[in-house]
Structures are given as C-alpha cells and as structure tokens.
C-alpha cells in the first residue's frame, strides 16, 4: 500500500490551506506540474510498490550490475565536523547563477515533501539497501540536493558517530530540512545554501560518500557537479546518484519532464553516468537497478588520489 501522509495535524491543514489558496491562481504550468505529480503517483502505485513486493518475494524485475562494484568499502569514517561547526544553517552571501532554477522549489518548499513521498519513497528504500553497504557508523555523508531532508535523515540515523550533511541551493529548503531535523533532535546534521556545481572549497576531500536522489536530473552542468564531488570526496569515497536510468524510460518520460518538472535538465543513461564518471576522474563505477525505470550509478574516487594543491 502506499504510505499516506497524515493530513489531519495542524502542518497539514496549513497545507492544504496553502495549496487551496493556490487554485484561483492556476496557470498552464501549474496544470502541467499537477499532472506531472498524479502520473508519479499513479507509476508509483501502478509499477513501483507491485515492484517491490515482487521482489522481496524473489522474482526478478530488473537487470543486473553493469559495471565495477567498489572496493575496500566500508571502512572507519571521518566522523563529525560540520555538524559541530555548523549549528544553524549556512545561506550563501550572494545570488547563485542558477538561482531561477529553483525558484519554484522555494515557492513549494513547504508542502514538496508531501507531494513526492508516495513516489520518491520506494526508489529511496532500495537505494538505501546499497548505499549502506558502503557506511560505517562514523562516516561522513553529503547529500547533494538535499531538499526538505527527508532522505537525509534517514541516513544521518545510521551514522551514530558520524554525520549527514546537506547542501541545496533553494533557501527554502535548507531552512525547511534544518527545522526538520532539529524538530526529531538529530544533533548529527548540518545544512548549506550551495551550488552543486559550485561545492565550499571547505568541502574539499571531507566526505566519506556523497550521493543525490532523484536531483541529478536538475544539475545545469553534471560536469562540473561530477568534478566537485571528486574534489569534496577523500581517497577511495564514492558517488551515488539515484535517478532514472534505463533508455526506454527516459524516452517516455522526457517529454513530461521538460515541460512539467522545475529546473529539469535531463535524464542520463547508465553508460552516460559512467562516461561522466571516467571523464570526471573517476576510478571505477557501475550501474545497479533497483526498480523499473531506475537505479543508482556509483563512482568510486582513486585510492591513491594525490592531495590537493
């Protein structure tokens, strides 16, 4: 069954207030990301649950691992920092370049969470299986595209002596995740106004993991985005990108996206993910399905990676 979000506290009927103030002011955009949100709805309770439950049940729904896997992994974190240094969030000092690609997610910053949990759920609990493989209870964690934070603090819950960090470039959000956090007493979190394609040079060789989920498909320049995240990974720390995948899914979905999705950029093919991965620097990568439609592509940064000049 799909998980429903409890509608009858006083956040949600500020909610739903908020979106039926909305309603006068529909405009063909608003119908098109309306739409856009009841398709993910219906593909999450059409595809994506049965998915799931045919899975645990053992019947296989998607391919295999193309790729190489990482090695040496896990191994002792890097453990706090950020979250100690860093107790109220960190807003940038002056306008991005890409600030109008998040406009809108400013705009809904308030009830996006309720809008994509039915469909981002299921991706980030098959995802989450992978990714955990990779962490110690001391690793250090970035998340890149944090949004409200939802799957954030879920992952800064398995880092008891470690810590999720969070970087967004919609204001909104960052204040949204930090009050959410701090609201469940996760003292084990930081957050930051930041570009991804433009990473604090504090960052620089910090982190034990850095992933995004379903949030790559909204970087303006994955180059520059796969180039930072070389740089704010220490030796031997991985990439994970949860997104779509698979040709016939971004053929299909392509044209909803463009039209309807803020800030879309574009889906990526798992041999593209790779091939950006290797021209970034990368030492070795991979593409493991989780559900029809998507998967995690995962860089591993060299070992012997030389410090920083």
Same mark, same amino acid.
Not at 141 to 168: I, K, S, T, W
Not at 176 to 182: N, P, S, V
């Given at each position: 069954?799909?998980?429903?979000?409890?509608?009858? #506290?006083?956040?949600?009927?500020?909610?739903? #207030?908020?979106?039926?103030?909305?309603?006068?002011r529909l405009g063909p955009r608003q119908v098109a990301e309306a739409y856009l949100v009841g398709t993910l709805w219906w593909y999450s309770a059409g595809v994506l649950y049965p998915a799931r439950l045919l899975k645990w049940g053992g019947v296989k729904v998607v391919g295999g691992l193309v790729g190489e896997e990482p090695v040496g992994l896990p191994r002792p974190g890097l453990?706090?920092?950020? /979250?100690?240094?860093?107790?109220?969030? *960190?807003?940038?000092?002056?306008?991005?370049?890409?600030?109008?690609?998040?406009?809108?997610?400013?705009?809904?910053?308030?009830?996006?969470?309720?809008?994509?949990?039915?469909? /981002?759920?299921?991706?980030?609990?098959?995802?989450?299986?992978?990714? @955990? +493989?990779?962490?110690?209870?001391?690793?250090? *964690?970035?998340?890149?595209?944090?949004?409200?934070? @939802?799957?954030? +603090? +879920?992952?800064?819950?398995?880092?008891?002596?470690?810590?999720?960090?969070?970087?967004?470039?919609?204001?909104?959000? *960052?204040?949204?995740?930090?009050?959410?956090?701090?609201?469940?007493?996760?003292?084990?979190?930081?957050?930051?106004?930041?570009?991804?394609?433009?990473?604090?040079? @504090?960052?620089?060789?910090?982190?034990?993991?850095?992933?995004? /989920?379903?949030?790559?498909?909204?970087?303006?320049? $994955?180059?520059?985005?796969?180039?930072? *995240?070389?740089?704010?990974?220490? $030796?031997?720390?991985?990439?994970?990108?949860?997104?779509?995948? $698979?040709?016939?899914?971004?053929?299909? #979905?392509?044209?909803?996206?463009?039209?309807?999705?803020?800030?879309?950029?574009?889906?990526?093919?798992?041999?593209?993910? +790779?091939?950006?991965?290797?021209?970034?620097?990368?030492?070795?990568?991979?593409?493991?399905?989780?559900?029809?439609?998507?998967?995690?592509?995962?860089?591993?940064?060299?070992?012997?990676?030389?410090?920083? /000049?």
């Open positions: 069954m799909l998980s429903t979000p409890h509608l009858t #506290s006083a956040r949600g009927k500020h909610l739903i #207030s908020r979106v039926a103030s909305g309603l006068p453990g706090r920092q950020f /979250s100690k240094d860093n107790p109220e969030p *960190v807003l940038l000092d002056a306008p991005s370049e890409h600030r109008q690609l998040v406009e809108e997610f400013d705009e809904l910053a308030e009830f996006y969470e309720l809008l994509v949990r039915p469909f /981002s759920t299921p991706i980030f609990d098959e995802a989450l299986l992978v990714i @955990r +493989r990779y962490l110690a209870p001391d690793s250090r *964690v970035l998340d890149a595209g944090c949004g409200p934070g @939802r799957e954030l +603090r +879920r992952v800064a819950a398995l880092l008891p002596q470690g810590e999720a960090v969070g970087v967004d470039l919609a204001r909104g959000m *960052v204040h949204l995740a930090h009050a959410a956090a701090r609201e469940l007493a996760l003292d084990n979190c930081a957050f930051f106004q930041a570009d991804v394609c433009n990473l604090p040079r @504090r960052f620089d060789r910090s982190f034990d993991l850095v992933y995004s /989920s379903l949030a790559h498909h909204h970087y303006p320049d $994955p180059t520059a985005a796969a180039a930072g *995240v070389l740089r704010c990974l220490r $030796p031997g720390g991985l990439y994970c990108v949860v997104d779509p995948g $698979p040709a016939w899914f971004n053929t299909l #979905s392509a044209p909803l996206g463009r039209i309807a999705d803020p800030g879309w950029i574009g889906w990526k093919t798992p041999r593209e993910f +790779r091939a950006l991965f290797h021209a970034a620097g990368f030492a070795n990568s991979c593409w493991i399905p989780l559900l029809p439609g998507f998967g995690i592509a995962i860089a591993q940064k060299r070992a012997d990676s030389p410090p920083l /000049s």
